[in-house]
């Protein structure tokens, strides 16, 4: 059976089971995967994959069940699962599914793998290494072809698929030089057409640098509230945070969200843009079916620094009365300044350098504490020593208002786009 074949059994399946509406994705993903280690190639392998979920509404009362296994046994469990406990829930008059807006279907990439592309990029990284970065040690690599076709349909007429076919690589390693050894970094890198060496792609040699200078990371001592300078992929990470603090569903429904009430309003330095675009051609595969059944659309979140729009999906909507969001906080992207790189690093007399926090979630109101790893200390303008035993502690929502710089140059690393971003006003702590 197709995977639209499931589809239609499950709604039809949960019509009979009394759902008053339902819903349902179906997806199959196909992974072409190459691994190796620092002795080399050790697996090459094609896997299959399947997930399928639904969920029913009886009477305002949801139930929801998934699997991965294509047998109509386990499909039928599911179907039952999905009934029973939507018989077990209280109503909630904010469960629905999408309506009916428009139909389509979306793909991009190839379905199939070239081989020689994953073998070719991954030799290649594999000769860098061993060439430029000898005192590297890999602890793992993957090259992966995924090729992925999701459906979701529903009992109000939607029916969206999309299909998506991508490279991934990423890396693990660590830097050693006899007795001494580094921490541990790793990145990742995803792209439709794999053209380009890896180490000339998202922040590869930029991290493998960097590992190599953290053998001999010198303890940060006292405590000190100073510039920091966050790389691209921790200051995802940090806006991540604040996102999903602030404007997603969970905090905005319970009330907690410091920006509750900021729609339209500054909520950061006016140097911060920040949107979703899944049509941004420097992404490998942008989202265009969002999880509940809407075509997604480039959106604002923030623009020069105020609060354009929340990450909510259809039911945080209706239970919060605020509007849809036309995307979730997928596809990234932060514009970039009119500083450069160089020049925020000149700015900086003492400073961290943050390359990578390690913590726990932050607190509702956004204040956070968390371990700098694989980051270095900034002395009058340059970058210095590796430090280790360090801590970064703020809070979310202070901190995007106290952003002074952001960097012209950007990381693409295919899931987002993303500039070097200078925040003041965070306590750096170590011994």
């Given at each position: 059976?197709?995977?639209?074949?499931?589809?239609?059994?499950?709604?039809?399946?949960?019509?009979?089971?009394?759902?008053?509406?339902?819903?349902c994705?179906?997806?199959?993903?196909?992974?072409?995967?190459?691994?190796?280690?620092?002795?080399?190639?050790?697996?090459?392998?094609?896997?299959?994959?399947?997930?399928?979920?639904?969920?029913?509404i009886?009477?305002?009362?949801?139930g929801?069940?998934?699997?991965?296994?294509?047998?109509?046994?386990?499909?039928?469990?599911?179907?039952?699962?999905?009934?029973?406990?939507?018989?077990?829930?209280?109503?909630?008059l904010?469960?629905?599914?999408?309506?009916?807006?428009?139909?389509?279907?979306?793909?991009?990439?190839?379905?199939?793998?070239?081989?020689?592309?994953?073998?070719?990029?991954?030799?290649?990284?594999?000769?860098?290494?061993?060439?430029?970065?000898?005192?590297?040690?890999?602890?793992?690599?993957?090259?992966?072809?995924?090729?992925?076709?999701?459906?979701?349909?529903?009992?109000?007429?939607?029916?969206?698929?999309?299909?998506?076919?991508?490279?991934?690589f990423?890396?693990?390693?660590?830097?050693?030089?006899?007795?001494?050894?580094?921490?541990?970094?790793?990145?990742?890198f995803v792209?439709?057409?794999?053209?380009?060496?890896?180490?000339e792609c998202?922040?590869?040699?930029?991290?493998?640098?960097?590992?190599?200078?953290?053998?001999?990371?010198?303890?940060?001592?006292?405590?000190?509230?100073?510039p920091?300078?966050?790389?691209?992929?921790?200051?995802?990470?940090?806006?991540?945070?604040?996102?999903?603090?602030?404007?997603?569903?969970v905090?905005?429904?319970?009330?907690?969200?410091?920006w509750?009430?900021k729609?339209?309003?500054?909520?950061?330095?006016?140097?911060?843009?920040l949107?979703?675009?899944?049509?941004?051609?420097?992404l490998?595969?942008?989202t265009?079916?969002?999880?509940?059944?809407?075509?997604?659309?480039?959106?604002?979140?923030?623009?020069e620094?105020?609060?354009?729009?929340?990450?909510?999906?259809?039911?945080?909507?209706?239970?919060?009365?605020?509007?849809?969001?036309?995307?979730?906080?997928?596809?990234?992207?932060?514009?970039?300044?009119?500083?450069?790189?160089?020049?925020?690093?000149a700015?900086?007399?003492?400073?961290?350098?943050?390359?990578?926090?390690?913590?726990?979630?932050?607190?509702?109101?956004?204040?956070?504490?968390?371990?700098?790893?694989?980051?270095?200390?900034?002395?009058?303008?340059?970058?210095?020593?590796?430090?280790?035993?360090?801590?970064?502690?703020g809070?979310?929502?202070?901190m995007?208002?106290?952003?002074?710089?952001?960097?012209?140059?950007?990381?693409?690393?295919?899931?987002?786009?993303?500039?070097?971003?200078?925040?003041?006003?965070?306590?750096?702590?170590?011994?």
């Amino acid at each position: 059976m197709e995977i639209r074949d499931h589809a239609e059994y499950i709604l039809a399946s949960a019509r009979a089971s009394g759902a008053t509406q339902a819903e349902c994705a179906v997806t199959a993903t196909r992974r072409t995967e190459l691994n190796a280690d620092v002795g080399g190639f050790t697996l090459m392998r094609t896997t299959f994959g399947h997930s399928l979920s639904l969920k029913i509404i009886r009477d305002g009362r949801k139930g929801s069940a998934a699997t991965n296994s294509l047998e109509k046994e386990d499909i039928d469990a599911m179907i039952r699962d999905a009934a029973a406990a939507a018989e077990a829930s209280q109503p909630d008059l904010a469960e629905d599914v999408a309506e009916l807006c428009e139909n389509g279907s979306f793909s991009s990439g190839s379905e199939e793998p070239d081989r020689d592309v994953l073998y070719t990029r991954s030799a290649e990284f594999l000769e860098d290494l061993a060439t430029r970065w000898p005192k590297i040690s890999l602890d793992s690599f993957t090259a992966v072809h995924i090729h992925s076709h999701r459906l979701y349909r529903n009992t109000r007429g939607v029916d969206l698929s999309s299909s998506a076919g991508v490279y991934a690589f990423s890396a693990m390693f660590y830097a050693k030089d006899g007795e001494k050894t580094s921490s541990f970094a790793s990145t990742d890198f995803v792209t439709a057409t794999a053209n380009r060496r890896l180490i000339e792609c998202g922040d590869f040699a930029e991290l493998l640098d960097q590992c190599v200078a953290q053998l001999e990371p010198v303890v940060f001592s006292g405590k000190a509230i100073c510039p920091v300078i966050a790389t691209p992929a921790c200051a995802e990470s940090l806006l991540c945070d604040a996102l999903a603090n602030f404007a997603s569903d969970v905090p905005l429904i319970d009330g907690t969200s410091v920006w509750k009430d900021k729609l339209g309003e500054a909520v950061a330095s006016p140097l911060l843009t920040l949107r979703c675009d899944p049509e941004d051609p420097r992404l490998a595969a942008g989202t265009r079916v969002t999880h509940d059944g809407y075509r997604t659309a480039p959106m604002d979140i923030i623009r020069e620094g105020r609060l354009e729009s929340f990450l909510l999906s259809r039911y945080g909507a209706a239970r919060t009365g605020l509007a849809r969001a036309s995307v979730y906080g997928e596809d990234l992207i932060a514009e970039p300044g009119d500083t450069s790189l160089a020049e925020m690093i000149a700015g900086v007399e003492d400073g961290l350098l943050l390359c990578r926090v390690s913590g726990g979630e932050p607190a509702p109101n956004g204040d956070f504490s968390a371990v700098a790893k694989n980051s270095f200390r900034i002395r009058h303008g340059r970058i210095a020593e590796a430090v280790s035993e360090t801590m970064v502690s703020g809070n979310l929502a202070e901190m995007l208002k106290n952003i002074t710089a952001i960097s012209r140059e950007t990381l693409e690393n295919g899931d987002s786009v993303m500039p070097w971003i200078r925040f003041d006003g965070l306590t750096v702590s170590g011994k």
